[in-house]
């Protein structure tokens, strides 16, 4: 998985009426960027950190 690959899977997470991943999906999601995050561009980091917001967000508020 790459960080194109991470972002469109934490944008279809993201999607209005989409199915709400688990924490677990999400953590593990989240232990791959850290792995790969020292080989891509710290510009987009952010990008990448925000969608994992809003997820996380949209968990608190739908348990």
Do not use: C, H
Request: glycine share 2%; proline share 6%; hydrophobic share 35%.
């Amino acid at each position: 998985m790459n960080a194109s690959q991470i972002r469109q899977q934490l944008d279809d997470w993201n999607a209005p009426g989409a199915t709400l991943p688990s924490e677990i999906e999400v953590e593990q999601l989240s232990e791959t960027w850290e792995a790969m995050k020292p080989k891509v561009l710290e510009s987009y980091w952010p990008v990448i950190y925000d969608r994992f917001s809003l997820v996380r967000s949209n968990l608190k508020r739908n348990q």
